[in-house]
């Protein structure tokens, strides 16, 4: 489709992006954008504002001018897009920014476009370790060297999550789940170097549930599950967004996805 051709022009602008992100990392400013008590959550950097800015400005410069943008921060380039149209491009640029802070590599910048009913385009790129994934529909592809990371001991049939425990949002499929093996863990018990998607990502955890993701990072996990043909249980709408529950202001989308290889 003429969108996912457009946007795979800018793949190079993405790698861009995200050596932008390395070369900003020493020098970068962090300021508090919400109050919840949670790091992954209340802080923004100079690095974010930049790295955003850069991408939106290449991408306004082409017909994608005429799609709607949902993007992490408040940047000026957001006013620059559609205010709605049938396909929606998410723009996270650098998720983990709390990692990126502490000197952890596990950070990505996220690019994706959804119909509204499911992702058809997905590059997250982890630009510290030059690695990443690329999904188009239902073809997947890594590129780059998969890192090691280091983390606790992960029990076969681990299902990972990252705010929402799986068991008090879907407790009926949770007990199913629990009487076949599966255990649940949020992600700071496996790891502090890396966040839900990459474990996902990485093959060390079998599962992985988002609850109210946040729109412009929750998408990665079910696109890429969709692709693996692993089992999918969703009850998401992707035709809005919502202010966040638990901050009260990036874009949310309601609802949730359980994926398990």
Request: overall charge positive; aromatic content about 12%; proline content about 3%.
């Given at each position: 489709m003429k969108e996912i051709k457009i946007i795979q022009q800018f793949e190079d602008v993405f790698i861009e992006a995200g050596k932008l992100a390395v070369k900003l990392r020493n020098d970068a400013v962090v300021k508090q954008k919400h109050n919840t008590g949670i790091k992954d959550?209340?802080?923004?950097?100079?690095?974010d504002l930049a790295?955003?800015?850069?991408?939106?400005?290449?991408?306004?410069?082409?017909?994608l001018k005429h799609y709607e943008i949902v993007a992490e921060e408040d940047t000026p380039g957001k006013n620059l897009f559609a205010k709605s149209?049938?396909?929606?491009?998410?723009?996270?640029?650098?998720?983990?920014?709390?990692?990126?802070?502490?000197?952890?590599?596990?950070y990505s910048i996220i690019i994706t476009i959804h119909n509204k009913k499911r992702p058809i385009y997905t590059f997250c790129y982890f630009p510290e370790v030059k690695w990443g994934v690329k999904i188009v529909y239902d073809r997947y592809q890594f590129f780059g060297n998969k890192p090691e990371i280091i983390h606790n001991t992960v029990l076969p049939k681990t299902v990972v999550y990252s705010f929402y425990n799986p068991i008090d949002c879907i407790s009926g499929q949770s007990a199913k789940l629990l009487k076949k093996g599966y255990v649940f863990r949020?992600?700071?018990e496996i790891t502090d170097d890396?966040?839900?998607?990459?474990?996902?990502?990485?093959?060390i955890v079998d599962g992985y549930f988002e609850e109210n993701g946040s729109a412009v990072d929750c998408l990665v996990g079910l696109h890429y599950?969709?692709?693996?043909?692993?089992?999918?249980?969703?009850?998401?709408?992707?035709?809005?967004?919502?202010?966040?529950?638990?901050?009260?202001?990036?874009?949310?989308?309601?609802g949730n996805y359980l994926v398990i290889r």
């Amino acid at each position: 489709m003429k969108e996912i051709k457009i946007i795979q022009q800018f793949e190079d602008v993405f790698i861009e992006a995200g050596k932008l992100a390395v070369k900003l990392r020493n020098d970068a400013v962090v300021k508090q954008k919400h109050n919840t008590g949670i790091k992954d959550i209340d802080i923004v950097t100079s690095s974010d504002l930049a790295v955003q800015e850069f991408v939106l400005q290449k991408l306004v410069k082409s017909e994608l001018k005429h799609y709607e943008i949902v993007a992490e921060e408040d940047t000026p380039g957001k006013n620059l897009f559609a205010k709605s149209s049938d396909y929606v491009i998410t723009i996270d640029p650098i998720d983990g920014t709390n990692l990126y802070i502490s000197g952890k590599k596990m950070y990505s910048i996220i690019i994706t476009i959804h119909n509204k009913k499911r992702p058809i385009y997905t590059f997250c790129y982890f630009p510290e370790v030059k690695w990443g994934v690329k999904i188009v529909y239902d073809r997947y592809q890594f590129f780059g060297n998969k890192p090691e990371i280091i983390h606790n001991t992960v029990l076969p049939k681990t299902v990972v999550y990252s705010f929402y425990n799986p068991i008090d949002c879907i407790s009926g499929q949770s007990a199913k789940l629990l009487k076949k093996g599966y255990v649940f863990r949020n992600k700071k018990e496996i790891t502090d170097d890396a966040g839900s998607t990459a474990l996902f990502l990485l093959g060390i955890v079998d599962g992985y549930f988002e609850e109210n993701g946040s729109a412009v990072d929750c998408l990665v996990g079910l696109h890429y599950a969709l692709a693996r043909g692993f089992k999918v249980y969703q009850n998401i709408d992707l035709t809005k967004t919502v202010p966040s529950i638990i901050s009260g202001g990036n874009d949310e989308y309601r609802g949730n996805y359980l994926v398990i290889r």
